[in-house]
């Protein structure tokens, strides 16, 4: 297990381009400034799914919606990735994307790099084994994330544990909502943990879970 006091982790944000989602990501940069933000699809981001080709089948991205995200976020100094959708993470001006596994993912990182150019991020979202985030890391991402969102497959946090404790591309954890996922993973040595709220979650209540995340990120609560 590594050292859980190596590093305070720190937070991404995952929203919907959404009126509450602009809601959601002002009230955390008040409260709980993010060192990302991530525009996802409506629904959320996809989960990985074996032997699937291309980017996920999601509802599309609407390119004025995403501009106003990351006008917001980049206005207050924060980095804005675009889920599976290099075009629209081009035309607004993102800082990146953040890209889904599939089994084509070496050429769509390929192809996102080409395109956004040698300063943008680009990090990829692995399926849950350690072939595909090692395939990903050595294509040259820019950080890997495993899911430990709730109805995620089981191990993720195994997974944040061994990446943690081999390799330098920094570690994301997907932990939904949950102050206990994010324990979790925090424990597990992730260099950033990314909340996700329920869709269309600009309404949740946050302040109960900042509070349980500066405890965390302090390193005063218990993993």
Excluded at 37 to 62: K, Q, S
Excluded at 184 to 206: I, Q, V
């Amino acid at each position: 297990m590594p050292d859980t006091a190596r590093n305070a982790p720190e937070l991404i944000l995952v929203i919907e381009p959404t009126a509450a989602g602009l809601a959601l990501l002002a009230r955390t940069i008040a409260d709980f400034p993010p060192a990302c933000v991530i525009v996802a699809p409506p629904g959320g981001l996809p989960f990985c799914a074996d032997g699937e080709t291309g980017p996920p089948v999601t509802p599309p991205l609407e390119a004025a919606a995403v501009s106003r995200v990351v006008e917001a976020a980049q206005a207050a100094g924060v980095a804005t990735l675009v889920a599976d959708d290099p075009m629209t993470a081009k035309s607004t001006g993102a800082d990146g994307v953040h890209l889904t596994a599939t089994e084509d993912l070496a050429a769509r990182q390929d192809a996102a790099r080409k395109s956004l150019g040698p300063g943008a991020t680009i990090g990829v979202l692995s399926d849950m084994t350690r072939h595909t985030a090692m395939l990903a890391g050595e294509a040259g991402t820019d950080y890997i994330a495993f899911d430990m969102r709730p109805d995620a497959p089981e191990g993720g946090a195994d997974l944040v544990a061994w990446w943690a404790e081999i390799f330098e591309v920094p570690i994301t954890a997907l932990v939904g909502f949950d102050p206990d996922r994010a324990r979790a993973a925090a424990a597990a040595g992730a260099d950033f943990l990314a909340l996700a709220p329920p869709t269309g979650g600009g309404s949740a209540d946050t302040s109960a879970l900042f509070d349980d995340l500066r405890m965390i990120m302090s390193g005063a609560c218990e993993a």
